[in-house]
């Protein structure tokens, strides 16, 4: 055992002890989040996959999983979850919960929206597997957060290349030039060298686009 002085606040000298080979180890709290283990799980799934993967991701209610049903002309199984309750798909609660939906080939993550009490950011930030997915598709609507700007800087950091930004609901935009201008302002997609699709699922604004990035026939 030996004694180090410490010096604190108001000046005193205070002696601070340190034991050798005496205090046990400190732990770091291993437990994990259903949604936590349901990441790793899918991190897991995609270093083994042979097939194209793509991720499409974005807030509750930003439309991904109806825009996933149009792109596969809802034939894609199984058939994603449709709702503002981003709880729905049970990522949280269920460990044998579907990760994949399926069309000609190709394997697509409907990602439950990110910051709610059930799916908070930070777990996404901490687990999720940006960079082992082949394309991101990146869906944003009228209001922008502040955890979608971190979502998007942690996939600019995983050095995934093909992503694309899509607006969704942009039906009734009169401005587009402004509306891109503010994203861009977020999201600095001219300097990353991205591309924004402005998309309606009323009028299948964007559609053909979309299905052009996805590889679909």
């Not at 979850?81 to 990522?91: E, F, L, R, S």
Request: glycine residues 6%; contains cysteine; proline residues 4%.
């Amino acid at each position: 055992m030996w004694w180090i002085p410490v010096i604190l606040v108001g000046g005193y000298v205070a002696k601070k002890i340190f034991e050798d080979d005496e205090s046990p180890p400190q732990r770091v709290n291993s437990v994990k989040s259903i949604l936590e283990l349901n990441l790793l799980r899918l991190r897991g799934e995609l270093e083994n996959s042979t097939t194209q993967n793509i991720a499409i991701i974005g807030q509750p209610g930003s439309g991904k999983s109806t825009l996933l049903r149009a792109l596969t002309k809802g034939k894609c199984t199984p058939l994603p979850v449709i709702g503002q309750k981003t709880d729905a798909t049970a990522w949280h609660s269920d460990l044998d919960v579907n990760l994949f939906h399926y069309y000609q080939g190709i394997q697509f993550v409907d990602i439950p929206g990110y910051d709610t009490s059930q799916h908070p950011v930070e777990s996404y930030l901490k687990y999720f597997p940006f960079s082992k997915f082949d394309k991101l598709i990146f869906v944003i609507n009228s209001k922008i957060h502040d955890s979608d700007a971190k979502v998007f800087n942690e996939i600019i950091k995983s050095g995934l290349n093909d992503v694309i930004l899509v607006r969704n609901n942009s039906d009734g935009l009169d401005d587009y030039i402004g509306v891109f201008n503010d994203i861009d302002k977020i999201f600095n997609i001219k300097n990353n060298g991205l591309e924004l699709v402005f998309s309606s699922n009323k009028t299948l604004e964007g559609r053909e686009r979309l299905v052009e990035f996805c590889e679909i026939s």
